[in-house]
């Protein structure tokens, strides 16, 4: 009899009337349950912006042990006070979906497959192509009157960029090349 009535006694609804309670407390929880934690107990947290649009929502992005644990929203965010819309909300999948790409990928001129290329190379490509197009499209004077800008490429920024970050691009991108179609996803 004892063991079936400690058997009884480890049921929450047993504990919840005998102790004439609502059951919303601790007596409503079970041995198990007490045993569960939270998957970020335990994790370091970092603070970032939502990569999504430019409304630039605060994001709390928990990991342990090299490995991202969760993503949530920042409830100290003046923006989004711990709220995410439906994208933000999942940029954990967009980090560990199994599908997603992690390789630099290029399908060459007429080719019908992608191949597999190092990050130094695809860089270098992007750079050469930036120099390239630049050169061909860099006007110096026009009717007299020295322009020095390119109008063949732009340059539009995401919404994790901070002010610092747009003013070095600004700066780098219309005196170092010349480039004058400069925005921000912000502002479209």
């Known amino acids: 009899m004892t063991s079936l009535t400690a058997l ?7 504990r919840q009337i005998r ?9 409503a929880m079970s041995d198990k349950t ?20 430019g409304v630039g929502c605060g994001q709390l992005i928990y990991h342990k042990d090299g490995k991202l644990v969760s993503i949530e929203g920042d409830p100290e965010s003046p923006i989004s006070q711990g709220n995410l819309c ?3 909300a999942a940029s954990y999948q967009l980090l560990t979906h199994s599908r997603r790409e992690t390789k630099m990928k290029y399908r060459a001129p007429r080719a019908k497959e992608w191949t ?34 390119t109008t063949g490429i732009c340059h539009l920024g995401g ?8 003013y070095l691009i600004k700066k780098l991108f219309t005196a170092g090349l ?8 912000a502002r479209i």
Not at 19 to 27: I, M, N, S, V
Not at 178 to 185: D, E, L, P, T
Request: hydrophobic share 35%; glycine share 6%; aromatic share 4%.
């Open 19 to 27: 102790g004439r309670t609502d059951g919303t407390g601790l007596e």
């Open 116 to 149: 597999e290329i190092p990050l130094n190379r695809a860089m270098d490509m992007v750079a050469e192509r930036v120099w390239e197009s630049r050169k061909h499209t860099f006007v110096h004077k026009q009717n007299g009157i020295t322009i020095n800008h």
């Open 159 to 166: 919404a994790t960029l901070d002010n610092e970050e747009n």
């Open 34 to 53: 007490r045993a569960m934690h939270a998957r970020i107990d335990d994790a370091k947290v970092a603070r970032s912006i939502c990569p999504y649009c």
């Open 8 to 14: 009884l006694s480890k049921w929450p609804v047993i």
């Open 86 to 88: 439906p994208k933000g």
């Open 178 to 185: 010349g480039m004058v179609c400069i925005s921000n996803q």
